[in-house]
């Protein structure tokens, strides 16, 4: 199961060494968002960490190397690679400006962007080194955020594909003592584990906590830890500022400590149950037991909290420019203490709503692949260490596509359609290409029916089944065989939607299904014929008297009658008209009519246009059945009791509706249904052949559907999407 899900993209293990506690979270990133496969925490056995920063290595290694070999054994995976994320009290930041000039224009790069970053790194070093050159302590670049770049002199907010002369980066970065990163490595190194990307933990925690659709907004995020509380500030849709200050959740701790009588592991019990707790017991140094109520803990926990929360304001406002921000997202165990978020709005002088401790309701991107997983705010930087470790990735890999061996510039997002690109490999022969369309006009109106799809490229990564999206690493070996051609497209005159049903009208009483008939380029074709490119359709909807009688091969008498109005041969018959003459014809002879006509459709006769319904819009409903009338002539009205009498037919009428704003009046029929309205209005179907768009069809507001009955002043609205 791990190796299938491995497949889809690389796993990153991240790790928070954390003051209190370390945890461990491993997952990978697919379709823009972050899956976690495993998590694991565990808490220190001894003091090995004050303030964010290593004391004891040796401890802290036998820590990690717990962790690891537990997410191992959940994996079944062995782990090589670690991203870690730096505290601690001595933190410095050095925001830069820095550009780069091309020697003329050209499109710029994500490789152009990172060496200008890289740049601007090198920059804030060489700024910070002068302006501490007196320090005794080294210091090391633990992460960068870029603030702002310029195309030309001009603020732009990505430049990647745009043409430029020079491109520029406002960068913030941040430092911290070598002997901090020193003792992360090697503590790191003692699980043998080899560190694959270092960041900073408020730019970790950011990463999940404040979404970029946040940034736009002056907000703070506080990650409050045991040893250390990280801030770090964004505005106009950047990160502006970080900031550290060496007071957290332990400091509370150390106050149980004193009050309680009780070692720090018991104090910490102590802490975290006044959350969830109205009395807690516990045995004090001497053994012996005693309780403190929820309350009591609030009580001598007050006052440092507030200094806490004075501590962490202030911060706040040094890095917002003196003045507080609209909001405070909370992070971190040692946050969740009651009263915390209170106090530091009360600080900020901001309302209290505005301060708030966020958890799971940040991780809308993070998919859990695990039962019972932990979603509080103890996973915010774990998560966000591994999100950094795609964002601050600056390596090169090397891949084999169709047997070529090229370079990529990795940043934890390859593809199978990065390294086709890289390759030059043609864009059409990823994807499935449709034979040649079909185009031709039915009643005036232009129509296209498209080819058949061909199959899709093949995509092998290390003889494995992939696809475009597929991620690559190094090594990987990826095969491509291009897509193909489908056939073109084909149709016979008789499978157009308008030809599929035939008329049904009443002859002497008796119903008669009359088939519709076409003509192309002017000339009778058969219903087997093959529409060929560019030809002109007329569907005909309609009979005259006399073709009808000749069809049924009738001889037609005096006395015509349509629709029991007085009538010539020539008149025009529609769906559901009566037709009746005096001749009387026995039912015998209709019944083998009918016969006949189920046999012979091939009769194309000259008709008037009322307009095609759209082949791929409308699904043809059959009429409910209508009784079969007894024949009638002038000699049986006396006895027409014997008899059914002849269904009386609904005369036309005209009816008034709005069609896309317009006025239109339908005519000629007893009853109208929405596709109906395709005759009366001039709506062009070939958008959605060039466009590939879907239709919209509303009624009175509503979706509607194709079959369904129009009344008097209804609104219809026809459009493209």
């Not at 001598?300 to 706040?316: F, G, P, Q």
């Not at 390596?395 to 890289?422: H, P, S």
């Not at 043809?620 to 009791?641: D, G, H, I, L």
């Amino acid at each position: 199961m791990a190796g299938m899900r491995e497949s889809q993209g690389k796993l990153v293990f991240g790790l928070d060494i954390g003051t209190r506690s370390i945890v461990g979270t491993v997952g990978y990133l697919n379709g823009g968002k972050f899956h976690v496969m495993a998590q694991c925490s565990k808490e220190h056995e001894t003091r090995a960490m004050l303030d964010g920063q290593i004391h004891d290595i040796g401890k802290v290694g036998e820590t990690i190397l717990y962790v690891k070999k537990q997410l191992e054994k959940d994996l079944d995976k062995t782990l090589t690679d670690v991203c870690i994320a730096a505290a601690g009290r001595v933190l410095r930041t050095i925001t830069t400006f820095v550009e780069k000039k091309f020697d003329t224009d050209k499109e710029v790069t994500e490789e152009d962007i990172n060496a200008l970053s890289t740049l601007g790194v090198e920059k804030a070093y060489e700024e910070f080194m002068g302006a501490n050159h007196d320090m005794d302590m080294k210091f090391y670049c633990v992460g960068y955020t870029p603030m702002r770049y310029y195309m030309n002199g001009y603020p732009m907010g990505n430049l990647a594909g745009h043409k430029a002369h020079t491109i520029g980066i406002d960068l913030i970065a941040t430092f911290l003592p070598d002997d901090v990163v020193d003792g992360l490595y090697k503590a790191v190194e003692i699980a043998g584990l080899h560190v694959a990307n270092l960041t900073l933990e408020p730019i970790a925690a950011i990463q999940v906590a404040i979404p970029e659709k946040f940034r736009m907004l002056n907000m703070a995020l506080v990650d409050v830890g045991a040893g250390t509380s990280d801030i770090s500030i964004t505005k106009d849709g950047t990160i502006t500022a970080y900031g550290m200050i060496p007071v957290a959740g332990d400091s509370l701790t150390d106050i149980i400590v004193q009050h309680c009588l009780v070692d720090f592991d018991t104090a910490e019990q102590i802490k975290r149950q006044s959350g969830t707790k109205e009395v807690i017991e516990y045995l004090d140094i001497m053994g012996l037991p005693q309780t403190i109520t929820a309350q009591e803990v609030a009580e001598i926990l007050e006052s440092s909290v507030e200094k806490m929360t004075k501590l962490v304001a202030d911060c706040i406002k040094e890095l917002n420019g003196d003045k507080a921000v609209s909001a405070v997202f909370v992070v971190g165990g040692g946050g969740m203490i009651p009263g915390y978020t209170e106090k530091l709005a009360e600080e900020l002088g901001i309302v209290k709503e505005r301060v708030a401790i966020r958890g799971q309701e940040v991780m809308q991107n993070i998919v859990f692949e695990i039962e019972d997983a932990r979603k509080d705010s103890m996973m915010v930087t774990p998560i966000g260490i591994c999100l950094t470790y795609y964002e601050q990735s600056n390596n090169f890999i090397f891949v084999e596509f169709n047997g070529e061996r090229m370079k990529l510039y990795d940043n934890g997002k390859l593809t199978v359609a990065d390294a086709a690109m890289q390759a030059q490999y043609p864009n059409e022969n990823l994807f499935p290409k449709r034979g040649r369309a079909l185009t031709f006009v039915v009643n005036g109106k232009p129509r296209m029916v498209r080819g058949i799809q061909g199959e899709a490229a093949v995509i092998l990564v290390n003889d494995s089944q992939a696809d475009i999206y597929t991620q690559v690493h190094s090594g990987d070996k990826i095969e491509v065989v291009s897509s193909t051609v489908g056939e073109n497209a084909k149709q016979e005159l008789g499978k157009l939607s308008e030809l599929s049903d035939r008329l049904h009208v009443y002859v002497n009483g008796k119903k008669i299904d009359l088939p519709k008939t076409a003509t192309v380029n002017g000339s009778r074709e058969m219903e087997f014929y093959q529409i060929q490119e560019g030809d002109d359709i007329q569907i005909h909807n309609s009979y005259t008297v006399k073709e009808v009688a000749e069809f049924l091969d009738m001889p037609l008498g005096g006395d015509i009658r349509v629709n029991d109005t007085a009538a010539k041969a020539e008149t025009r018959v529609y769906e559901n008209f009566t037709v009746s003459w005096n001749d009387e014809i026995p039912a015998e002879e209709i019944v083998r009519q009918e016969e006949i006509l189920q046999e012979d459709t091939g009769e194309l006769e000259e008709a008037v246009q009322p307009g095609p319904v759209e082949e791929e819009r409308v699904e043809e409903v059959q009429p409910e059945p209508v009784s079969e009338p007894v024949t009638q002539t002038r000699q049986e009205t006396a006895t027409k009791e014997q008899s059914e009498e002849v269904p009386e037919v609904p005369e036309p009428v005209d009816i008034v509706v709005f069609a896309n704003k317009q006025t239109i009046v339908m005519s000629g029929k007893p009853q109208y249904v929405y596709v109906d309205i395709f005759d009366y209005i001039n709506f062009d179907i070939s958008a959605a052949a060039s466009k590939g768009r879907a239709i919209v069809t509303l009624l009175n507001g509503r979706p509607a559907q194709y079959m369904e009955t129009l009344n008097e002043g209804d609104n219809i609205e026809i459009y493209w999407k």
